[in-house]
């Protein structure tokens, strides 16, 4: 059988039900800052830069969960994340339920935010390394596909969308 991320994705997370927030939150943020901070590029921070001025409003849209976007957000100076939410309850402990942003899902919140902010995705940009959000580039005026996987570069290829090698 095929494996369904979402489902997948909710198993993963409901697994989560009762762990202290707070502590998941400091350990993925350790996580983060020996992982994944070290993987985020030159060409990426220049882009986010180049972005910034010329007077973009900068948001970082991702099925990942907050414990993980924010810093990275943070790290790029951009205040806008939407991202994977996930559930706490009245004693900070994570209830197991979760809204991904992910899929169709992604799409509707950054039409969501976008209406809120006064931002038009006809005249966006959105980079992305996962065929995932193919929903996603259609949406925007300026697909960016960034170190794709096979079956991206062939969905950028079809739709004649701008590949990157960021290394």
């Known amino acids: 059988g095929v494996l369904d991320p979402v489902e997948i ?21 350790s996580w983060y800052h020996q992982e994944v901070a ?3 590029t030159f060409a990426a921070r220049r882009e986010v830069e180049r972005r910034r001025e010329q007077g973009h409003v900068l948001a970082v849209l991702s099925a990942s ?22 559930d706490v309850d009245a004693e900070g402990r994570f209830t197991g339920e979760a809204r991904l942003c992910y899929g169709s899902e992604k799409l509707t919140r950054a039409q969501r935010w976008a209406a809120e902010h006064g931002v038009d ?14 929903a996603m580039l259609r949406a925007v005026g300026e697909p960016r596909v960034i170190n ?10 079809r739709h004649g ?7």
């Not at 994705?9 to 943020?29: I, M, N, T, W």
């Not at 005249?123 to 992305?128: A, L, V």
């Open 65 to 86: 969960t907050d414990y993980v976007t924010r810093p990275l957000a943070e790290s790029l100076g951009i205040e806008h994340v939407l991202c994977t939410e996930l």
């Open 148 to 157: 794709p996987d096979p079956r991206l570069r062939w969905a950028a290829a």
């Open 161 to 167: 969308w701008r590949v990157d090698a960021w290394r």
């Open 38 to 40: 070290p993987l985020i």
């Open 9 to 29: 994705s909710e198993k993963g997370l409901r697994a989560l039900a009762g762990v202290d927030e707070a502590q998941f939150r400091r350990e993925c943020l």
């Open 121 to 134: 995705l006809g005249r966006s940009s959105f980079y992305t390394d996962s065929v995932s959000d193919v």
